[in-house]
């Protein structure tokens, strides 16, 4: 199994605020506590050796969250590895 940071997911959800880091849409939904409802996506999978880090995790609406694992366009990686390393 692999250790997920909590850190890690928070520190995406932070830096995204309440829009996906993908579509830059605003979050579909609101959790029961209000916050916006976001996934967090390793852009490397972790099956695929990826880091549990912070340049490797993004906050995605559930469309992109889908559409990363379904085709995982080259592109949207290279977007989203940039707009990781931002807020790195
Ligand atoms: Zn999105
Ligand atoms: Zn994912």
Known sequence: MYQ??????????RRAN??????????????????????THHIEWLASGGADTVENTVALCPNCHKKMHVINRKEDRAWLKEVALKGA
């Open 18 to 39: 309440g829009q996906c880091e993908l579509c830059q849409k605003p979050a579909p939904f609101n959790r029961k506590d209000g916050t916006p409802y976001l996934e």
């Open 4 to 13: 997920r940071s909590p850190w890690v997911a928070e520190n995406a959800k």
